[in-house]
T-cell receptor, first 114, second 117 residues
Framework: GENVEQHPSTLSVQEGDSAVIKCTYS??????FPWYKQELGKGPQLIID?????GEKKDQRIAVTLNKTAKHFSLHITETQPEDSAVYFC?????????????FGGGTRLMVKP | GAVVSQHPSRVICKSGTSVKIECRSL??????MFWYRQFPKQSLMLMAT?????????EQGVEKDKFLINHASLTLSTLTVTSAHPEDSSFYIC?????????????FGEGSWLTVV
């Protein structure tokens, strides 16, 4: 089955700096890669996703890059703000599988210091 | 955007009792719903996959008789923790798959904190 590794597990940055979170996956058949932000005591919320037919996607301060050959994808947050502080999860899925299950990384606790 | 409502958000129950958690997709039909359990500072652990009108598929190690899942309609799935024990205390999260042509995206509920005393 799929295995997703996420690094780092914790990340502390100064407000205004950039933050990068990296994930690797094992199943080359995976073709959908979402990122979720989970605030304390709440369910994860989808913030951006990318499919395997593109290499990069951007939405304001958030961008995701995908390297299919190396089987890794990254989340980039620019101009970080204190409200970006949360736990971020990457995930991978093979959309050709009927089950459509997501495999999650271990999570990254991002702390943005004002 | 699509919304998944989970209720209750917090529940405290006595050991030995059962508690039901509901997961509703509010503006889309969810043919598939997923239930996760999350321990503090850990990732989400998939418990079961629930398809509307059929029995849930449980992950290895998850007791199907203890965690009863019902997906009776395209917008509602329920998780019932039977004969709850303190070790069942956890954060339970559901998600629903928007199977529309434009979607196939998975949306999460807000989660339910279960404390068994």
């Amino acid at each position: 089955g799929e295995n997703v590794e996420q690094h780092p597990s914790t990340l502390s940055v100064q407000e205004g700096d950039s933050a990068v979170i990296k994930c690797t996956y094992s199943d080359s058949a995976s073709n959908y890669f979402p990122w979720y932000k989970q605030e304390l005591g709440k369910g994860p919320q989808l913030i951006i996703d990318i499919r395997s037919n593109v290499g990069e996607k951007k939405d304001q301060r958030i961008a995701v890059t995908l390297n299919k050959t190396a089987k890794h994808f990254s989340l980039h947050i620019t101009e970080t703000q204190p409200e970006d502080s949360a736990v971020y999860f990457c995930a991978a899925r093979n959309d050709n599988n009927a089950g459509n299950m997501l495999t999650f990384g271990g999570g990254t606790r991002l702390m943005v210091k004002p | 955007g699509a919304v998944v409502s989970q209720h209750p958000s917090r529940v405290i129950c006595k050991s030995g009792t059962s508690v039901k958690i509901e997961c509703r997709s509010l503006d889309f039909q969810a043919t598939t719903m997923f239930w996760y359990r999350q321990f503090p500072k850990q990732s989400l652990m998939l418990m079961a996959t629930s398809n509307e009108g059929s029995k849930a598929t449980y992950e290895q190690g998850v007791e199907k008789d203890k965690f009863l899942i019902n997906h009776a309609s395209l917008t509602l799935s329920t998780l019932t923790v039977t004969s709850a024990h303190p070790e069942d205390s956890s954060f339970y999260i559901c998600s629903a798959r928007d199977g529309s042509l434009s979607g196939n995206t998975i949306y999460f509920g807000e989660g339910s904190w279960l404390t068994v005393v």
